[in-house]
Nanobody, 120 residues
């Protein structure tokens, strides 16, 4: 079955860095767009960054210049390098795999989430 397994979360001080990883299995990794979302307490889940195979990454304005998304299709893994972390980056980060099926429909899968806490 399809699995997305995130790792790399934790506690970091403001200004620090973390790298999240998400390993996919049970589906054809390369044909899916891979995204990172996050959800802070009391807030809606928001898209942080996304990338398709061979495409240009896109980022939320709040993380541009600080976060970098990358994918390795040979390893079926997507990464999120997070630098210059701020307390407002604190959230549960989710990996998402998404594929358009046309006619406004899509197929998507989610990981279980990994907690990132930025605090001194």
């Amino acid at each position: 079955q399809v699995q997305l397994v995130e790792s790399g979360g934790g506690l970091v001080q403001p200004g620090g860095s973390l790298r999240l990883s998400c390993a996919g299995s049970g589906y054809i990794f390369s044909i899916y767009a891979m995204n990172w979302y996050r959800q802070a307490p009391g807030k809606q889940r928001e898209l942080v960054a996304g990338i398709i195979s061979g495409g240009t990454p896109h980022y939320a304005d709040s993380v541009k210049g600080r976060f970098t998304i990358a994918r390795d299709d040979a390893k079926s893994t997507v990464y999120l390098q997070m630098n210059s972390l701020k307390p407002e980056d604190t959230a549960v980060y989710y990996c998402n795999a998404e594929r358009s099926l046309g006619w406004g429909n899509k197929e998507e899968y989610w990981g279980q989430g990994t907690q990132v806490t930025v605090s001194s």
